[in-house]
């Protein structure tokens, strides 16, 4: 039992070493076999040995550089073995067999942050689908397992294990260099890496799919993620435009779930549980975006929103013409309807409610927003505020009944039949 | 998970960290924050700056630094995101608290203790804990 129990404690020491160095030792050994597929096997070769040596021998001191070092030889052999096996079919073919093995690449006195770079930009490589490339990055650079991967997307872990084994290998078919970009392709890249972490950070802030409303473990993961990219490109403005995001509405992720475990809107929201701590931190972050040009990116201005509300103590001091104004320059620089309809909420704080629903009906023949539960959400606020409280209720019905979360369909489903007994208290018949 | 990583001990008063143990904590540092788990860190003057208040038998009494029970002093903290116990500890490890006792032969100590959440604390009222929050609010001066 005793003997169990220190086996057990080993094992997760070896996770946590994981955890932290898995990234670095993939990168590492992706620079020598130029494949990220191969070089994450190789690591995990790695961590099998550090499973079966560790717990009999203990952990050594630099347990970062044993994994390093296993995998980094596990990754010369195979080297070796390939150039042999390219000599002897080379023999055979009677041409002129290669003079020398070659000694494979050692490593050098680069940086390994630029082979972590190297690592983040393939694993979000547009080659990839954005399922892929999500799998890819949490395997890869946030060191999960297939399990956990499953376990946070609900789905099943076969179809995690395939989703990551087919996108390595459209990697290796596609040829995909372990190389950043261009400096042409560069801003196209790095807003594919911007984009996967975000979409990590929004899976588990409003859950797209299930019963439970958030799954605050990958938004942890998605600030890990954004935070080790700030250090990595830390001039680029749009990096800690998204860290201040995500750290501000991270910062909401206590207030946003009701004691029976249903969602509170923002304005609902008891603002006493926001954590300061991230609020802070998603401040700093904006600063830094101002201090490398100012905000002028789709992240930076959307954290400025998130910071107006972060700000303001109670809803009333919330500053919404500027809301409303970020939200018109973000509407110009990425157009989208789901953007015009944030925007319509703000106008409608700033200047109204029929302000707002002018804004709104103009969405309302949008193919783009056609299953957009938000569209009738917004509508039926807006026209509750109005008095109009038939059509209200109406649009409550329809947000409802098109969510795909269970959570947010009763809160639906309330504040339609709020509408009726307010109706039924202002008319009785 | 939050946790607090505790840097026990006391310096002598007025001494200042040697640049070897300044750049050993500098790296440390950076190694944090790379690994996007660092979420703050303050480290303390030496105790001769400190004052305590001690209550005891129905009465508080003002004593001033220095303290002389070293060990059980704290000279800085971390406070750290991770996903389990076991990564707070291995970062714990890896704190090069080496170069502050250098061969001294003192012994150097990291505690890792775990931060708790308010809803952690099984024996406070749902009063008590809506007037903590709205306190963190106002101290955060936001």
């Known amino acids: 039992m005793a003997a169990g129990s220190t086996r057990e404690q080993a094992h997760r020491t070896v996770e946590a070493v994981w955890r932290i160095e898995s990234a670095r030792v993939v990168a590492g050994v992706a620079r020598l076999v130029r494949d990220v597929g191969v070089a994450e096997e190789l690591a995990q070769d790695a961590l099998v040995a550090a499973l079966e040596q560790w717990p009999a021998e203990g952990v050594p001191a630099n347990p970062g550089a044993w994994l390093m070092a296993v995998a980094k030889r596990r990754a010369i052999d195979l080297i070796r073995r390939s150039q042999r096996l390219e000599r002897k079919l080379a023999e055979l073919a009677h041409e002129q067999a290669v003079a020398r093995e070659p000694e494979p690449a050692l490593p050098d006195s680069e940086p390994i942050e630029d082979d972590l770079l190297r690592l983040v930009f393939v694993a979000c490589h547009p080659v990839l689908s954005a399922e892929a490339r999500v799998a890819l990055t949490l395997r890869l650079l946030g060191g999960l397992t297939t399990a956990e991967i499953a376990r946070a997307f609900l789905v099943a872990e076969p179809t995690v294990a395939q989703r990551i084994v087919r996108a390595k290998r459209t990697l290796a078919e596609a040829r995909v260099p372990f190389e950043v970009p261009e400096p042409d392709e560069r801003p196209a890249r790095l807003a594919s890496v911007l984009e996967v972490i975000y979409l990590i950070f929004n899976e588990g802030y409003a859950a797209t799919a299930g019963d439970g409303w958030i799954r605050p473990a990958l938004c942890e993961e998605a600030l890990r993620l954004g935070r080790i990219l700030a250090h990595l490109v830390p001039a680029e403005p749009e990096v800690p435009g998204l860290v201040a995001l995500m750290e501000i509405q991270a910062s909401r992720l206590r207030a946003r779930v009701g004691p029976s475990g249903e969602p509170v809107l923002l304005l609902d929201q008891d603002r006493s549980r926001w954590d300061q701590l991230l609020i802070r931190r998603g401040l700093a972050a904006l600063e830094r975006v101002e201090a490398l040009g100012g905000i002028a990116g789709p992240y930076g201005l959307q954290a400025a929103i998130a910071a107006c509300h972060a700000r303001a103590g109670t809803p009333e001091e919330t500053d919404w013409p500027l809301i409303a104004t970020l939200y018109e320059t973000l509407a110009r620089l990425t157009p989208s309807p789901v953007v015009e309809l944030n925007r319509a909420v703000a106008v409608g704080m700033a200047y109204g409610p029929q302000a707002g629903l002018e804004l709104v009906d103009q969405l309302v023949g949008d193919p783009a927003l056609q299953e957009y539960h938000l569209l009738p959400s917004v509508r039926g606020d807006l026209l509750a505020k109005l008095g109009r409280l038939d059509e209200a209720r109406t649009e409550f019905e329809r947000a409802a009944a098109q969510t795909r979360n269970g959570r947010e369909r009763r809160l639906l489903l309330d504040r339609a039949a709020a509408c009726v007994q307010a109706r039924a208290a202002q008319a009785p018949t | ?142």
Request: net charge negative.
């Open chain 2, 1 to 142: 998970m939050r946790f607090m990583i505790l840097l026990k001990g006391d310096p002598a008063p007025g001494q200042m960290p040697d640049p070897e143990l300044i750049n050993a904590m500098i790296k440390y540092n950076q190694e944090l924050a790379q690994a996007g788990v660092l979420l703050a860190a303050e480290g303390l003057l030496d105790s001769s700056k400190g004052t305590r208040v001690i209550y005891s038998a129905g009465r508080r009494r003002i004593v001033d630094g220095p303290f002389t029970e070293a060990k059980e002093l704290v000279a800085g903290f971390y406070l750290i995101q991770v996903k389990s116990k076991e990564e707070a500890v291995e970062w714990a490890r890896r704190c090069p608290v080496e170069y502050a006792v250098k061969d001294s032969g003192m012994e150097a100590v990291v505690e890792v203790r775990q931060v708790a959440e308010l809803e952690d604390i099984t024996t406070m009222s749902e009063e008590q804990r809506a007037a903590e929050h709205r306190l963190r609010e106002q101290i955060s001066g936001s």
